[in-house]
């Protein structure tokens, strides 16, 4: 092909490297000129040594000329496509790492791209529109974490169970089917138990509960209540822990909406202990006297301080997430489960039950930073190595702020946060400075195609600019005639002028623009690494083996016996009360009516306790079995 000035234009020579070579090739020419050589030269007696000289040229020229010529040919592969097709001419920084997390493949090079762990943990971010190859990046770093025997955390927000089929069988490939943990309140019977609320001290359990309400700052009122509600949450889960009894979701719906549990909770604790006293002093602003004139609580004020936990601690201790997490031994300790690095897919059933699905990925958000800072502080041999790979696919949907902080600090409890997001709108729907805390604390950043101008511009702008070479090309043409009007001559002035002008200036520029990057192809990415190096790459796709797949068709569920923990079982003391307060009425009717042959009916269903299947006594409604201790 011509390599002609646009091919020129192409090599952006410039830097150290470059410069020299260019005075090295000046130099050698410049030895031999006769100026130089004659004058110069002679009079320092150079002349007279010829091979000297020649060899001095001839080094000068070829360290020049090979340098130049590397240049050149990356120029022609580039224009020809490079290694890999591509509409873009966007040119890669040189690779640093030989080994490590394989990113993807250079496009005009073809080299393999490696991130080092030190890379890694300072967190990954991915950004593209929906089917351009975010899941299959996720999937090719997922392989290789599981490859290495390292831990792994994916938060689904799509309810993939395909990708679920393909991890369990890259776990079973490497032999670790059996690290493979599933969170999967959308279908309990292909999923283990999991209660995040059961762990912590009383303030992180209520900060995780408090999580699923908005962020409040803007608003003094709101913020108010939502501060009374992180009281209140505290108080309560301290009154629980301190009874040494294990508890669920639907105990603390109960509690909050029940009087006498409160005050029985209250009698349960010891006189002289703080959680007591905790507990009189923030019931005391609610208690009022009955109608005979003893003390009760008054829900309806309790409930307006709780506002909308209350209903949302109802959607996790009922119905098909109630069987997941409402137990008081459950089979997933999150905090385990990361120091043994196992291998945990939630799957969220963001379309079918959007929000309870994102109400679950806020909770398990607030339990995980939770156990981010129990892994701070232990010894560098107890912490996970290698680093835990904790990829949030579709984040925008059920990130809170609160998950900013980790952004900052889970570095030191080696753990790679990796956020994935279709635009910047999905973070900045969490909070401006949320999107700012990501950004800016993602030391990898994974551009795919994107599909609005505002996500390409902000992008862009991340990337930076730099000095580039604007031409400009003028042409300007002219004929012209003259003669004289009345004359007979055939004489005629005639004359034509063009003036073609050319000209560069340097300026400011993107490094990838912002039309670059909606001009992505499905697959490819710019990839930056510490906000210097750019990479222009194709993500590999990870395909299984047929035998893999016939072996392994589906995913299984690891069920394993938990160590028994005797719950307060709040529910079972609210069926006997209403059967007692039941039976009381049924008496006190036929006092007053005299005995009524009842009719033949058929038997009352009691709702059961959400783990149950259906049941049609009082006892058959407390869940029983493997898994369930109540």
């Known amino acids: 092909m011509d390599f ?11 830097g150290a490297l470059d410069t020299t070579s260019l ?76 080994e490590g997390v394989l990113l993807g493949y250079i496009v005009d090079t073809g080299e393999p791209l490696y991130a080092s762990q030190d890379d890694m943990v300072r967190h990954i971010s991915i950004v593209g529109q929906s089917g351009v190859g975010k899941t299959v990046f996720g999937q090719l770093l997922m392989f290789q974490q599981i490859a290495s025997g390292g831990g792994l955390v994916f938060v689904d927000g799509k309810l993939d169970g395909e990708t679920l089929n393909e991890i369990y069988r890259t776990a079973a490939y490497h032999g670790r089917e059996k690290d493979v943990l599933v969170i999967n309140p959308g279908n309990p019977q292909f999923s283990n138990t999991y209660n995040p609320i059961l762990y912590g001290d009383p303030d992180e359990v209520a900060d995780r509960i408090v999580s699923l309400i908005p962020s409040t700052e803007s608003d003094a009122g709101a913020d108010h209540y939502k501060q009374s509600a992180k009281q209140g949450c505290t108080v309560l889960i301290a009154a629980l822990q301190k009874t040494g009894l294990a508890y669920t979701f639907i105990d603390l719906v109960i509690l909050l909406q029940s009087p006498n549990d409160l005050m029985n909770l209250e009698e349960m604790l010891p006189l002289d202990s703080l959680e007591r006293g905790n507990l009189a002093i923030f019931l005391d602003q609610y208690r009022v006297p009955d109608k005979t004139g003893q003390k009760t609580i008054d829900i309806k004020r309790l409930k307006e301080t709780f506002g909308g936990i209350i209903g949302r601690l109802f959607t996790f201790g009922t119905g098909s997430f109630g069987e997941v997490m409402n137990n008081t031994s459950p089979e997933i300790n999150l905090f385990d489960a990361m120091q043994a690095n196992k291998i945990i897919y939630v799957m969220l059933p963001t379309m079918g039950k959007a929000q309870t699905a994102s109400n679950l990925g806020k909770m398990f958000l607030g339990d995980a930073r939770t156990i981010f800072s129990w892994l701070q502080p232990l010894a560098e041999i107890e912490k996970p190595n290698p680093p835990l790979l904790f990829f949030m696919d579709e984040v925008g949907s059920y990130a809170t702020d609160a998950l900013s902080r980790p952004f900052e600090q889970a570095r030191s ?26 950004t800016g604390n993602t030391w990898i950043k994974v551009c795919f195609k994107v599909g609005t101008h505002e996500t390409a511009e902000f992008l862009a702008d991340n990337i930076g600019e730099e000095m580039q070479v604007q031409a400009s090309l003028s042409i ?40 670059d990057l909606k001009a992505l192809d499905k697959g490819e990415a710019i990839i930056t690494i510490g906000g210097s190096r750019i990479y222009h790459v194709r993500i590999p796709l990870i395909t299984q083996l047929k035998s893999l797949k016939t072996e392994h068709p589906t995913a299984r569920i690891n069920h394993f016996k938990t160590r028994f923990a005797r719950g307060i079982n709040l529910f079972k003391s609210v069926q006997i009360r209403l059967g007692t307060e039941s039976k009381e009425r049924s008496n006190d009717a036929q006092s007053r009516w005299g005995k009524v042959k009842p009719k033949k009916v058929d038997a009352p269903v009691l ?9 049609q006594k009082p006892e058959d409604s407390i869940p029983t079995g493997e898994g369930f201790n109540n």
């Open 4 to 14: 002609g000035y646009k091919q020129i234009r192409k090599l952006r020579l410039g």
């Open 23 to 98: 005075i090295a090739l000046a130099g050698s020419v410049m030895l031999f000129h006769p100026s130089i050589k004659n004058g110069y030269l002679a009079a320092f007696n150079f002349s007279g040594n010829k091979t000297l000289l020649a060899l001095t040229s001839l080094s000068m020229a070829m360290t020049g000329g090979f340098v130049l010529s590397v240049q050149v040919i990356k120029t022609l592969k580039r224009d020809i496509g490079g290694a890999f097709e591509s509409k873009l001419n966007i040119r890669s920084a040189p690779t640093q790492e030989k």
């Open 413 to 438: 409890a080696h753990v790679i946060l990796a956020p994935a997001y279709q635009t910047i709108a999905n973070l900045e729907a969490v909070s401006p400075e949320f999107l700012q805390m990501v």
């Open 476 to 515: 300007v043409g002219g004929n012209s005639s003259s003669g004289n009007v009345a004359g007979v001559s055939p004489d005629l002035n005639a004359g034509t002028n063009e003036n073609i002008g050319f000209g560069e200036r340097a300026a400011e520029g993107y490094r990838v623009s912002p039309a």
């Open 607 to 615: 709702v059961p306790l959400a783990g149950t299947h259906s049941a």
